[in-house]
T-cell receptor, first 117, second 114 residues
Framework: AQKVTQAQTEISVVEKEDVTLDCVYE???????LFWYKQPPSGELVFLIR??????QNEISGRYSWNFQKSTSSFNFTITASQVVDSAVYFC??????????????FGKGTKLSVKP | DSGVTQTPKHLITATGQRVTLRCSPR?????VYWYQQSLDQGLQFLIQ???????AKGNILERFSAQQFPDLHSELNLSSLELGDSALYFC?????????????FGPGTRLTVT
């Protein structure tokens, strides 16, 4: 069955520290997509990145980077030089091409990141 | 701003009542999804519509129903409300209905059942 696990419930760092948010997924599908969303205190869900199962290249966007490793079924998210504005709950999600979810997002429980000044 | 709008932002109602949540997708998006976010269940998929037709169902209760209209806006109807239905309800839209397209979320409707 499909599943997304974010083992870190809460992380607290001091500004300018680097922080990595872990995401492990389970799926039997060979074609699937992985996503990260950010939910700031205001409550909306903000799309950050989508990665398909055939593209294992790491991606960097400013202070954000993502490490996708199929061998360990992980899609980790690193924030470099964290800032107070990064404080939010971050969700990892999975969407399968042919499996049970058929395009709908299966979310992890989220990791609450607190960045202190 | 994702371009997805949801109304109302907050809703307070009593047990046993019925409410309707409304969602307008981003311009050009054909698919609408509804999700429920609660403290105990997390973010859970409820139902998906694509171009007016139901495409997939998730953990949606029989007391809940939805539809997508010809102008592509969608409504989620919740009836015989219970305390446990209190949650944040999100609508999301995507260009197509397949898994490869990212979903953009609206600001959510916070429902409180008293």
């Amino acid at each position: 069955a499909q599943k997304v696990t974010q083992a870190q419930t809460e992380i607290s760092v001091v500004e300018k520290e680097d922080v990595t948010l872990d995401c492990v997924y389970e799926t039997r599908d060979t074609t699937y997509y992985l996503f990260w969303y950010k939910q700031p205190p205001s409550g909306e869900l903000v799309f950050l990145i989508r990665r398909n199962s055939f593209d294992e290249q790491n991606e960097i966007s400013g202070r954000y980077s993502w490490n996708f490793q199929k061998s360990t079924s992980s899609f980790n998210f690193t924030i470099t030089a964290s800032q107070v504005v990064d404080s939010a709950v971050y969700f990892c999600a999975l969407s399968e091409r042919y499996g049970g979810s058929q395009g709908n997002l299966i979310f992890g429980k989220g990791t609450k990141l607190s960045v202190k000044p | 701003d994702s371009g997805v709008t949801q109304t109302p932002k907050h809703l307070i109602t009593a047990t046993g009542q019925r409410v309707t949540l409304r969602c307008s997708p981003r311009s050009g998006d054909l698919s609408v999804y509804w999700y429920q976010q609660s403290l105990d269940q997390g973010l859970q998929f409820l139902i998906q519509y694509y171009n007016g037709e139901e495409r997939a169902k998730g953990n949606i209760l029989e007391r809940f129903s939805a539809q997508q209209f010809p102008d592509l806006h969608s409504e989620l109807n919740l009836s015989s409300l219970e305390l446990g239905d209190s949650a944040l309800y999100f609508c999301a839209s995507s260009r197509e209905g397949q898994s490869s397209y990212e979903q953009y979320f609206g600001p959510g409707t916070r429902l409180t059942v008293t």
